[in-house]
């Protein structure tokens, strides 16, 4: 069996035309463009590329790059008067704080002063709160981009055996309780998961995101599951994920390659959700 690539490039690209299609609809609508306010702190060389990648696409689409910068050596204080300026800011429809910030700034605390209405990247207690009790609000950008690919491709989730290798609040447990919120039925494993492969073996759809490169190969695999890969690394022969993408394309029946694969849903569905909170803010969706 040689697995089937899921094109995550190619249904990302479908996501943000449909996000450009929704800005000029709310536009038409007697609507204001959504603003995305991206924050950066320092100038961490990944965070700037990623930075930049997510500025580029929010233009693309029609929305408004409200983009802070400060300095690496910032204080608290300063730190959080940005963010409550753009908290205020009626122009700003999402606030991104790019992580890590620098160690000296409790980026927790700093997240918490976004409303959790403004929340585009699905991190804040309030919106985490809500994905677990089921209720509507802004979800984390790569899990929900995991489901999209799910759907596009029509994998079966209702009743499906699923494992999530990984448990960071960034992806493994929002990661779960989408997968639950679609009625199928979710391990979650971890450092301290006994044997790993066995457990791993019953999925049927399996979401790698442990970030440990290559932790995952086909006797990990239950024959025809789907394997989604979260991680990402790069190494002496270019970027790789968590999965043993070759080994497990013998096994498995779909597979996300890396790169190509999670990685462009991440700001696809950054730019979804930038979208939705504009609609919800200028009372023009259900849910206002």
């Known amino acids: 069996m040689t697995a089937q690539l899921i094109d995550g490039a190619a249904v990302a690209r479908q996501v943000r035309e449909d996000v450009a299609k929704g800005v000029a609809e709310l536009l038409a609508a007697g609507g204001t463009a959504p603003g995305l306010a991206t924050v950066l702190i320092g100038h961490d060389p990944a965070s700037e590329v990623y930075i930049r990648n997510k500025r580029r696409a929010c233009t693309t689409a029609g929305m408004a790059d409200l983009h802070q910068h400060l300095p690496a050596d910032v204080d608290q204080a300063t730190a959080a008067a940005l963010i409550d300026q753009l908290a205020a800011d009626p122009a700003v429809s999402g606030i991104l704080l790019q992580l890590p910030t620098p ?14 209405g403004k929340d585009v990247d699905g991190l804040t207690v309030a919106n985490a709160g809500l994905l677990a009790q089921g209720r509507s609000g802004l979800r984390p950008c790569t899990p929900s981009g995991v489901i999209a690919l799910l759907d596009h491709h029509d994998v079966p989730l ?5 494992v999530v290798v990984g448990r960071s609040v960034l992806v493994g447990k929002p990661m779960a309780q989408l997968l639950l919120e679609r009625h199928a039925t979710v391990t979650i494993c971890h450092s301290r998961t006994r044997d790993l492969a066995a457990v791993c073996r ?8 442990a970030g440990i490169p290559g932790l995952i190969g086909p006797d990990a695999v239950k024959p025809g599951a789907t394997v989604i890969d979260v991680g990402i690394h790069r190494g002496e022969t270019g970027l790789h994920g968590d999965v043993d993408t070759a080994a497990v394309a013998e096994v498995a029946a779909r597979i996300t ?13 950054l730019l979804a959700n930038t979208l939705t909170a504009a609609r919800r803010q200028q009372g023009l969706v259900d849910g206002a």
């Not at 209702?158 to 699923?162: C, H, I, L, V």
């Open 103 to 116: 160690g000296h700034l409790d980026s927790e605390e700093l997240l918490s002063r976004i409303p959790d």
């Open 158 to 162: 209702s009743g499906a055996e699923a």
């Open 202 to 209: 019953r999925a049927d759809v399996l979401v790698v995101a």
């Open 257 to 269: 390659p890396v790169p190509g694969g999670v990685g462009p849903m991440t700001i696809a569905m």
